[in-house]
């Protein structure tokens, strides 16, 4: 499982976030669960300024490589965090282990 630390201030409906890029409906503060082409199977779930994310990956491979891109963009608006904001975020939380 991952956290992805929300950015101070960054106040996005995540859950309309996922609705918008996913197709997926539900309470995020509760958890949701969904599946994404090429991805797999999304646990998602907010607990104050952090999103906990964790993935099972799909049984076939896949070549279709923009869900990526498009996963990075659902990850920016959510977090309001780019990706080099969020892997500083993960060499933190490493070390503080």
């Known amino acids: ?7 101070r201030g960054h106040n996005a409906d995540v859950g309309s976030l996922i609705s918008k890029y996913f197709g997926a409906k539900g309470d995020i503060y509760k958890g949701m669960n969904f599946e994404v ?8 779930r907010r607990e104050k300024n952090s999103l906990f994310v964790d993935i099972e990956p799909p049984k076939t491979v896949c070549g279709d490589y923009s869900i990526i891109k498009e996963w990075n963009t659902f ?9 080099k904001e969020r892997k500083k975020d993960f060499g933190k939380i490493k070390k503080e282990k």
């Open 37 to 44: 082409e090429c991805i797999g199977t999304i646990d998602m």
């Open 1 to 7: 499982m991952r956290e992805y630390k929300i950015k």
């Open 75 to 83: 990850l920016v608006e959510a977090t309001g965090k780019d990706t």
